[in-house]
Each structure stands twice: as C-alpha cells, then as structure tokens.
C-alpha cells in the first residue's frame, strides 16, 4: 500500500518527508530480519524514490542508499 501511495504522488512523497515515514522505512530497513517485510519497504523506497529529486537527496544525507545496498547484498528479500 505504501509503495502505491507515494509513487508519482508528490504530494504523499512530501508527507512521508514531513511525517518522517521514509526515515522509519531506512530505519526499519536497517534492523529487520523478515524478508517479506524487507521486499515491501523496498517497494515503498523505489515508489517514493521515483521521480522525486529532492526525496533522492533526503534518501541520499540518512544514508538509505547504503542501507539498501547492504539488504540487497544479503539477498534476503521475498520473492512475489
């Protein structure tokens, strides 16, 4: 559900700023073990990521990028 809400929606991507959604989806990210839940945060990063320059930049200065990079290097994700 969050991937959809934010992808192409600047106005959702601007709350999940504002919230501090994205921060809790890096922070979760972070310290999860559950691959389905991984796959779905990693759903929601791409749909927020997606076409939002200045999200990319907030992603960028919480260190999300390396984050994502360390999840994927796992290959602990939930195939659909």
């Known amino acids: 559900i969050l991937a959809s809400l934010v992808q192409n929606n600047e106005p959702m991507q601007k ?21 389905e839940v991984r796959s779905k945060l990693v759903s929601a990063i791409s749909g927020f990521l997606k076409n939002n320059p200045s999200g990319i930049q907030m ?20 195939s659909k």
């Open 15 to 35: 709350l999940f700023v504002d919230l501090g959604i994205i921060n809790k989806i890096i922070d979760l990210l972070k310290t999860t073990n559950d691959s």
């Open 59 to 78: 992603f960028k200065q919480h260190d999300g990028f390396i984050s994502l990079a360390k999840v994927l290097d796992t290959n602990e994700i939930a």
